[in-house]
C-alpha cells in the first residue's frame, strides 16, 4: 500500500502568500519569471529561477545560478518569508478554473514507492531535466515544488477534506493574477485528523500516479536514494526519504489536450499532403471556422486558412491497446511519422507542442504567421486513460497530457 505522510512544512505568512507563490519553474522562460517576480521581492521566482538575479550572460544551468538559489532561500527564512510549523500536518490544497473545483491532499510521498513502483508513471524522463531539479534539490536541501500525484478516490478521505472545508477558514484565499485561477490552502490541525489521513492512504490506496511532474518526481527520489547510500547510520525515518506531492483523487481531474503544430510538409505540395491524409482519415473542411474535437479518435487540422474535421478510418487505432487507443498515437505513427517524416518528437525541430489552455486561437496564430505549416488538435486523454497505461506499465508518447490549474509553488515547502 502507499505511504503519505504529514511533514512540518515552510510556509509564508498569509499576508504574502498570493505574492510568494508562483507558477511552476517549467512553464516559463527566464524573461517571464523576471517578469513575474518584477517588484516581488518575495516572489518565490528569485529562487525557483534564480538567474534573473544573475547577470543576463550566466548560463540558468551554472553554479552561479545555484548558488543564488542558495542565498535567496536562506534570505527568505531570515526575513520570516517562510516559516517553518512546528508539528507534522498535511495541508489541503484546491484549485478552482472555470467553476470547477479540485481538493488535494499535500503530503510526503515515499522515494521507496518510486523504487518499488507503487507510484505509477506513465511517462519518460530526460536525464539533463532530472539533474538539473536534482542539483536544485540537493543545493537548497528540499523539495521547493510539489509534483502531482493522483489516486483512485476513497470516500472516507473525501468525507475529512470536505469536513474540514466546510468547518475552517481557509490559512490562504487568492485568485492568480496571471490566469484568474483560485488558490485555496487549509492546514489539517487537528492531530487524529493527521492520523487518519496517513492510516487510510496506507490501508486504501494501493498506488499512486504521477499526473504533472515526472522528472521533479524522479529527481526527488534519486536524492532520496545519494542520502541514504551517504549515511551509515540510516534508519528509513529520515526526511529525504520523503518528497513533497499534492494527491488528487482522479474523479476530481480533468486532462486538458495537448496540441501540434509542423514547421512544414515534409516536402510535399498541400493537395499531395491532403491525399495522404485523406487515406488516414475522412476528412470534412469546416472552412474558417475553427473546430474542437468533440470526441475519441477525431482530429482537427489547420492549413492554410481552413480548418478540417479529421476522423480516424477504422484499422488505424486498436481499441484493445492501451497505447494503440491514444489518439496521440494514431497522430504520430500514421501522420508524423508516415507522412510528415517526424520520428522522435523529443528531439525533433520541426514540431513544437501547444497545450489546450492557450486554445485553437493560438495553433492558427502560429501557422498564420508563417512559423508553422499546419496544427493539429487532438481530443485530450481521460484519466482512465492515463490510469490503464500506468497500471499496465506502458508509457505514454511524449506530450500527451496537460493538467490545468497547474500548482503554485511556495504555499508550502519540504525540507529533507
Not at 505522510?5 to 527566464?30: E, H, Q, W
Not at 528569485?46 to 550572460?57: G, Q, S, V, Y
Not at 487568492?174 to 496506507?202: I, Q
Request: proline share 5%; glycine share 6%; with cysteine.
Amino acid at each position: 500500500m502507499t505511504i503519505v505522510k504529514p511533514f512540518r512544512g515552510l510556509r509564508p505568512p498569509k499576508t504574502i502568500a498570493a505574492g510568494l507563490s508562483c507558477l511552476p519553474y517549467d512553464v516559463m522562460n527566464r524573461h517571464e519569471a523576471a517578469e513575474m517576480a518584477k517588484g516581488k521581492d518575495y516572489s518565490l521566482l528569485h529562487i525557483t529561477r534564480a538567474e534573473i538575479d544573475c547577470p543576463p550572460e550566466v548560463n540558468i544551468h551554472s553554479e552561479t545560478v545555484y548558488k543564488k538559489s542558495a542565498e535567496n532561500y536562506r534570505k527568505f527564512k531570515e526575513k520570516g518569508w517562510l516559516v517553518q510549523d512546528d508539528e507534522p500536518r498535511f495541508y489541503i490544497y484546491a484549485q478552482t478554473m472555470n467553476g470547477h473545483t479540485q481538493y488535494g491532499i499535500v503530503g510526503c510521498a515515499a522515494c521507496s514507492d518510486y523504487e518499488k513502483g507503487i507510484i505509477k508513471k506513465h511517462e519518460l524522463t530526460r536525464p539533463d531535466k532530472e539533474e538539473d531539479r536534482m542539483i536544485h534539490i540537493r543545493t537548497n536541501n528540499a523539495n521547493l515544488e510539489p509534483v502531482f500525484f493522483s489516486y483512485k478516490a476513497v470516500p472516507e478521505i473525501d468525507a475529512i477534506v470536505k469536513n474540514i472545508v466546510d468547518n475552517q477558514e481557509p490559512e490562504y484565499d487568492f485568485t492568480s493574477e496571471e490566469n484568474g485561477f483560485g488558490h485555496h490552502f487549509w492546514v489539517v490541525w487537528d492531530s487524529d485528523t493527521n492520523r487518519k489521513l496517513e492510516e487510510l492512504f496506507a490501508t486504501k490506496v494501493p498506488c499512486t500516479y504521477v499526473a504533472d511532474g515526472h522528472h521533479r518526481t524522479a529527481a526527488a527520489a534519486r536524492v532520496g536514494l545519494e542520502k541514504k547510500a551517504n549515511n551509515p547510520n540510516h534508519t528509513g525515518k529520515e526526511e529525504y526519504n520523503f518528497f513533497m506531492a499534492v494527491h488528487f483523487p482522479d474523479n476530481q481531474l480533468q486532462i486538458i489536450d495537448y496540441n501540434r503544430v509542423v514547421k512544414d510538409l515534409n516536402g510535399l505540395s498541400t493537395q499531395a499532403f491532403l491525399e495522404k491524409i485523406e487515406k488516414v482519415f475522412e476528412v470534412k473542411e469546416m472552412g474558417g471556422r475553427a473546430y474542437k474535437p468533440s470526441q475519441l479518435h477525431e482530429f482537427s487540422m489547420y492549413l492554410e486558412g481552413k480548418w478540417y474535421k479529421l476522423s480516424a478510418r477504422p484499422g488505424t487505432f486498436d481499441d484493445q491497446d492501451p497505447i494503440g487507443v491514444l489518439d496521440v498515437s494514431i497522430l504520430s505513427r500514421h501522420v508524423l511519422d508516415k507522412i510528415l517524416d517526424i520520428k522522435d518528437l523529443r528531439t525533433s525541430k520541426r514540431i513544437d507542442f501547444v497545450g489546450g489552455i492557450r486554445g485553437l486561437e493560438e495553433l492558427q496564430r502560429r501557422v498564420d504567421s508563417g512559423e508553422m505549416k499546419v496544427a493539429f488538435a487532438l481530443f485530450p486523454v481521460s484519466m482512465q486513460q492515463l490510469i490503464n497505461i500506468a497500471d499496465t506499465g506502458n508509457i505514454m508518447p511524449p506530450k500527451t497530457t496537460w493538467f490545468e490549474p497547474k500548482l503554485r509553488s511556495g504555499l508550502v515547502i519540504h525540507e529533507l
